[in-house]
Each structure stands twice: as structure tokens, then as C-alpha cells.
């Protein structure tokens, strides 16, 4: 089992930036990936960005490619999401959420298997 919480999320106006964290701990080795989902109200849930933990490489929705970045700390078993030029409909309830699979980053969220609990980021304009 793998357990993840979530940190960093709060009230911001429109252009601020938020930085995210996530802590892993449990059976950490076997994680291959792990991304950064979002909700907002009334809306599905829907990727964000993702990383390999090995090799470090990323993907990203286009909605936030440019703006987002998503990195991680193997050795503090972290992964990080810095939003940047933060705007209204970023307006969302955050996930941090992990795979084993490692042959490239999962972008259904159906292919996750460990998920935390959410962090709430607000966007004023």
C-alpha cells in the first residue's frame, strides 16, 4: 500500500502562484509514476500533469503546459506541482495519486491505484 497527502492549497487572486506537495510513504518503491488530477464543482475529475519517478520525464494537460510544473524528490519520496499565472478555472480541488506502471505516465486516472485526499485551490479574479 501507498499513501499520499496533499499540501499547499489555499485562497489566491488571478496570477498569483501555489505550489503543491505531495508526500508518499508506504511501499514507495513501487510507485512508477504519479500525476496531479483536479475537480472542479459539477465538473469531472481530470489530469493535470504526471511524472516517472525513475526517469523523471512529464506530461501535461494542455489547459495548464506552460503555466504548471510538476516535479519530484525521490529521496524524500515528494512529488510537487508549481502553478504559476493562476486563473479563475483553476478553481479546483487537487489529487495527488500514484501507479506502478512505469512505461509511461498514465493519464486516466483509472490507471491509478492510490489517491489522497485532496487540497483546495481557489483562484479569485
Known amino acids: 500500500q501507498v499513501q499520499l497527502v496533499e499540501s499547499g492549497g489555499g485562497l489566491v487572486q488571478a496570477g498569483d502562484s501555489l505550489r503543491l506537495s505531495c508526500a508518499a510513504s508506504?511501499?514507495?518503491?513501487?510507485?512508477?509514476?504519479m500525476g496531479w488530477f483536479r475537480q472542479a464543482p459539477g465538473k469531472e475529475r481530470e489530469f493535470v500533469a504526471g511524472?516517472?519517478?525513475?526517469?523523471?520525464?512529464?506530461y501535461y494537460a494542455d489547459s495548464v503546459k506552460g503555466r504548471f510544473t510538476i516535479s519530484r524528490d525521490n529521496a524524500k519520496n515528494a512529488v510537487y506541482l508549481q502553478m504559476n499565472s493562476l486563473k479563475p478555472e483553476d478553481t479546483a480541488v487537487y489529487y495527488c495519486?500514484?501507479?506502478?506502471?512505469?512505461?509511461?505516465?498514465?493519464?486516466?486516472?483509472?490507471?491509478?491505484?492510490?489517491w489522497g485526499q485532496g487540497t483546495q485551490v481557489t483562484v479569485s479574479s
Open positions: 495519486a500514484a501507479t506502478p506502471r512505469s512505461s509511461y505516465v498514465p493519464q486516466s486516472q483509472s490507471l491509478y491505484d492510490y
Open positions: 508506504g511501499r514507495t518503491f513501487s510507485i512508477g509514476a
Open positions: 511524472i516517472r519517478r525513475i526517469l523523471g520525464d512529464t
